[in-house]
């Protein structure tokens, strides 16, 4: 544009037409950024304003205060409307941004991955708890045992054939890992200095050369119970053993015992509960004779109370192991022990605090 060769009001004209296009490009810009390029371009130091202003020198000296005022009123529109357009933009962007971030608190959350305790520990605590509730206390003892504490002070000793009932993993001659958990009472026993009363259970692994089956596993869990006290009868026996079968089965369960051998009792017996599945009608799982076997028992053999420091004409008690697999299994209807000890999620997510959801 060269001034000298236009009329001031061809300048007029020409700063109406920079006013309508800038309008038009501040209106049409629909970004922030595209706003700041249309803002240099009219108001930056080489923008269309500035160069305008820069014509303002070269000027006849009377057109140059009337265009300089012109020129600031057209700055000052374009401002206000940059301005305008600005805070309208920014308010689209915030709303937008907003949006995108909105969270819609009515979507199910995303639960985290729960882990669970395991079937067996879950029944231990079980079996634990209704037993603290007749009065025992929870005892503990090693894996790796000594043979001595494990079959020479239960009236086992070396090379008698009732050995042969626990076939076993030896460590060295006089080590190995417990076949039962029946050298807890002899430890207790032991420990208790013959004092009364000894009215303990003690829960724990152990470890047999059995060979794996459905109901055969070289590792399991036993909890072994131990009541001695002057005067202690079978009937104190029977009657434990069927308060904590009803409370573990249920009111209707009903025991029975059948004479059996264990060299630490005398005498003994197989305990058996009314099958969980049928009520002792006969099914498969009974194999259609409606009682299960669940643990072994019997008086506390008086060689047993001697080896240990107790005089057996003056106290008597009972004793008893149970299997603590074979119990899940008959209280949940599991079919293979082997479940137990496979990890398989699908199988050990089904417990939840003592209760199987199916
Ligand atoms: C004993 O281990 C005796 N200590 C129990 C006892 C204690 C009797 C105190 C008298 C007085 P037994 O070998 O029967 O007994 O084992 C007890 C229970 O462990 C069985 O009734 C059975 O439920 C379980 N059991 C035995 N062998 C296995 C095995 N290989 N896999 C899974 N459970 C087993």
New binding site residues.
């Given amino acids: 544009m060269d001034e000298r060769q236009l009329s001031f009001d061809e300048l007029q004209t020409e700063l109406t037409n920079v006013e309508k296009e800038a309008k038009r490009r501040i209106q049409d810009a629909d970004t922030l950024k595209s706003l700041e390029d249309v803002r240099i371009n009219y108001l930056g130091k080489k923008g269309v304003l500035t160069q305008m202003m820069q014509l303002l020198g070269k000027m006849p000296k009377d057109m140059r205060p009337k265009f300089g005022e012109r020129l600031n009123e057209l700055r000052g529109k374009l401002e206000a409307m940059l301005q305008d357009r600005h805070a309208f933009l920014f308010q689209e962007q915030e709303k937008a941004r907003l949006q995108a971030e909105t969270i819609d608190v009515t979507l199910p959350g995303k639960m985290p991955a729960r882990g669970g305790r395991h079937p067996l520990s879950i029944i231990v605590e079980e079996i634990e708890n209704i037993f603290i509730g007749m009065g025992y206390t929870v005892q503990e003892g090693p894996d790796v045992e000594w043979d001595t504490y494990n079959f020479e002070r239960l009236n086992i000793p070396k090379h008698h054939p009732a050995r042969e009932?626990?076939d076993s993993f030896y460590i060295t001659e006089e080590m190995l890992l417990r076949?039962?958990?029946?050298p807890v009472?002899v430890r207790t026993m032991l420990q208790m200095g013959g004092k009364t009363p000894v009215k303990i259970i003690c829960p724990g692994t152990?470890y047999?050369r059995?060979t794996d089956d459905a109901?055969?596993?070289?590792m399991?869990t036993?909890i072994?119970g131990l009541l001695i006290a002057p005067g202690i009868r079978m009937s104190d026996l029977k009657g434990t053993l069927l308060t904590f079968a009803r409370r573990l089965f249920g009111e209707e369960t009903k025991i029975r015992l059948r004479p059996s051998f264990?060299p630490?009792?005398e005498p003994?017996a197989e305990v058996d509960v009314t099958c969980s599945q049928c009520g002792g009608s006969g099914c498969r799982v009974c194999k259609w004779t409606g009682w299960l076997?669940?643990?072994?028992?019997?008086m506390v053999h008086p060689n047993v109370l001697r080896q240990n420091g107790y005089d057996p004409e003056e106290v008597s008690g009972f004793?008893?192991?149970?299997?603590v697999?074979?119990i899940a299994m008959i209280k949940y209807g599991i079919d293979d022990?082997r479940h137990f000890y496979q990890g398989d999620r699908r199988f050990l997510k089904q417990f939840v605090a003592g209760d199987r959801f199916l």
Avoid: K, N, P, Y
Avoid at 179 to 182: K, N, R
Avoid at 215 to 218: A, E, K, Q, R, V
Avoid at 293 to 298: F, H, K, R, T
């Fill in positions: 009932m626990q076949t039962h958990t029946s009472q152990v047999r059995d109901t055969h596993s070289h399991f036993q072994e264990f630490f009792t003994s076997e669940v643990l072994g028992a019997g004793a008893f192991g149970l299997g697999e074979r022990i």
